[in-house]
């Protein structure tokens, strides 16, 4: 009976070691974590994933003395190298600045055009000039126009002479033939749209 009674309070001391072993071993784990985590977040400083977005922008430059207009090509404003095209709108104006649709200046009679020659420039049937090489950004094409001045006056009319140029990035490839339907091989625009 002794025996009985001392099994019985080995059992019930083992499980009070047990216990307090179980506690403990829950104490030194949690410990751990914990350590581990304040390790963590003062040990390793955080990596910023920026991504900028590319922008594609572009604006003309020009010589312009109030008359005569000169020297005019498009510069790439944007962050990413592109395509750029554009086209020459020439109208008649009244002083408040609405456009005369009745009447169409004439090349030669009315304004004189002279557009640079072998700079990279190709026209296209659908009223665009486009230029051949992508631009860097920052960069300027070569000379699309060297200068437009007017022949006569009307009376009541001022010539009016826009250069409206856009820009597409230039990679991939399909970008520009999607948007401008030109053919683009090796980074060079070779065909513009023709004949419609």
Not at 38 to 56: D, E, Q, R
Not at 78 to 102: C, E, H, M, Q, Y
Not at 178 to 189: F, K
């Amino acid at each position: 009976m002794i025996r009985w009674k001392t099994e019985k309070k080995s059992s019930s001391a083992w499980n009070k070691k047990r216990l307090w072993l179980t506690v403990l071993l829950v104490l030194l784990l949690t410990a751990a974590a914990g350590t581990t985590l304040a390790f963590l977040a003062t040990g390793t400083s955080p990596i910023a994933n920026l991504f900028t977005p590319s922008k594609v922008a572009c604006q003309v430059e020009e010589t312009f003395d109030g008359v005569t207009k000169e020297n005019v090509s498009i510069e790439n404003t944007g962050n990413t190298t592109a395509f750029i095209r554009a086209s020459l709108v020439v109208t008649w104006k009244t002083p408040d600045g609405s456009v005369v649709l009745a009447q169409k200046p004439e090349n030669g009679t009315d304004y004189s055009l002279t557009l640079a020659e072998k700079t990279g420039w190709m026209e296209g049937s659908d009223g665009y000039y486009y230029y051949s090489e992508a631009v860097s950004p920052g960069e300027n094409t070569g000379l699309l126009m060297e200068q437009c001045r007017p022949l006569t006056q009307k009376e009541g009319y001022v010539l009016s002479v826009e250069i409206v140029a856009s820009a597409v990035q230039s990679s991939p490839e399909t970008v520009a033939s999607d948007a401008w339907g030109v053919t683009v091989e090796n980074g060079i625009i070779t065909a513009v749209p023709a004949g419609q």
